[in-house]
């Protein structure tokens, strides 16, 4: 029996202790804003907060988050009013938007650790976070946006 808190709720679950915590989130839990990528941990799509920290789920087996706090993107903000969504519909962000999930939780943790990140704090936090659409330009303006904000 595997106990986390998932968006400052607490469950327990009985799967695989290799089972990817992705899987856990998507298949066990259904909160499928969380997407599946490359599922190597190389393209950020599944990109969730493990106590505060950005990381992979694709690549995170469910027994090394016991007892740990995981933030998806649904936990982000439950009206939909994080400072990173609000600038990412203020900059029309998405395109087809299979990433963005991925960009805005890297994007959150970013802002969570520097209030004020330069051009190239972005770039170095953001670089495993890779959008098909090319929208880099818009994600970084959102989130010199967001971090403008209070």
């Not at 986390?4 to 990817?20: A, E, Q």
């Not at 804003?33 to 505060?52: E, W």
């Amino acid at each position: 029996m595997i106990n986390l808190t998932i968006n400052n709720k607490s469950i327990s679950l009985d799967v695989d202790d290799d089972m990817p915590l992705l899987y856990v989130i998507r298949d066990e839990l259904s909160l499928t804003g969380t997407k599946f990528g490359c599922g190597a941990g190389q393209c950020g799509a599944c990109t969730v907060h493990l106590d505060g920290q950005a990381i992979r789920s694709c690549v995170t087996p469910i027994s090394a988050v016991s007892n740990k706090h995981i933030t998806t993107i649904e936990g982000l903000s439950e009206r939909g009013d994080h400072k990173i969504q609000i600038a990412w519909q203020q900059h029309k962000v998405p395109q087809c938007g299979y990433c963005q999930s991925g960009q805005m939780m890297s994007a959150a943790s970013l802002l969570a650790q520097n209030p004020s990140p330069s051009d190239e704090e972005i770039n170095n936090h953001m670089q495993g976070n890779i959008c098909r659409c090319g929208t880099y330009k818009r994600i970084k303006q959102a989130i010199h946006t967001a971090a403008n904000k209070e």
